[in-house]
């Protein structure tokens, strides 16, 4: 399975703004996933990260607030951009390993963010 | 309809009990299934997957029911550790997964 790394694993900031979440695999993966998790509430989308081109983003979320870099098949980062306190949530990242259908998504540990 | 459907729970049960939990999903082309268990504060871990009618891992087997298009999940035995909350997982036949808002299970001693 793999390995995911991610950092900071939480953070407090103030609104207004501005926080980088990085996520390191310890192999190459050709598609990283970020996802939320509000309290309370089952895994959100955000975004689709892939090299070599601009990430895809799921309705409801846009680029501007949440830009995303994918510099090569082991590594992306999220943004999350003019934070309030809506944004307070667990930012997930993750990649998938297998075959076809039987891939399995294995998840970061997460970043736990709070909007101040 | 959503598109993944679980009860939230919260199943409180006693130790040695058996517990199922079903998930419903609504696009009838899906590949593949899967059970994640999500402790508090913590990122899903995979607990099962299901690719064809079945799968069983000890204590815990999880069944696939194409024709009705639910999944369930039976833990046998409900150790205290078992308490989580079990995310159902749905791979409809694209790169993405679609997540069930997970059923709480708490186990009593």
């Known amino acids: 399975s793999a390995v995911i790394s991610q950092k900071p694993s939480r953070d407090i900031c103030q609104r207004g703004t501005s926080l980088t979440i990085q996520c390191q695999v310890d192999?190459?993966?050709?598609?990283m996933f970020w996802y939320r998790q509000q309290p309370g509430q089952s895994l959100t989308l955000i975004a689709t990260?892939?090299?070599?081109?601009?990430?895809?983003?799921e309705s409801g979320f846009v680029i501007d607030k949440f830009p995303i870099s994918r510099p090569n098949l082991t590594f992306s980062t999220l943004t999350v951009s003019n934070m309030s306190p809506e944004d307070s949530s667990i930012y997930l990242c993750?990649?998938?390993?297998?075959?076809?259908?039987?891939?399995?998504?294995?998840f970061g540990a997460g970043t736990r963010l709070s909007v101040l | 309809r959503k598109e993944v459907e679980q009860d939230p729970g919260p199943f409180n049960v006693p130790e040695g009990a058996t517990v199922a939990f079903n998930c419903t999903y609504s696009?009838?082309?899906?590949?593949?299934f899967f059970w994640y268990r999500q402790d508090c504060r913590k990122e899903p871990k995979l607990l099962m997957s299901?690719?064809?009618s079945g799968n069983e891992d000890g204590r815990f087997t999880a069944q696939l029911n194409r024709a009705s298009q639910y999944i369930s999940l039976l833990i046998r035995d409900s150790k205290l550790s078992d308490s989580a909350t079990y995310l159902c997982?749905?791979?409809?036949?694209?790169?993405?997964?679609?997540f069930g808002t997970g059923t709480r299970l708490k186990v009593l001693a």
């Open positions: 993750s990649v998938t390993q297998g075959i076809l259908a039987k891939n399995i998504q294995y």
């Open positions: 192999s190459q993966v050709t598609m």
């Open positions: 990260a892939n090299q070599g081109s601009e990430a895809t983003y």
């Open positions: 696009n009838s082309a899906s590949q593949s």
């Open positions: 299901v690719y064809s």
């Open positions: 997982v749905v791979n409809p036949g694209t790169y993405k997964y679609i």
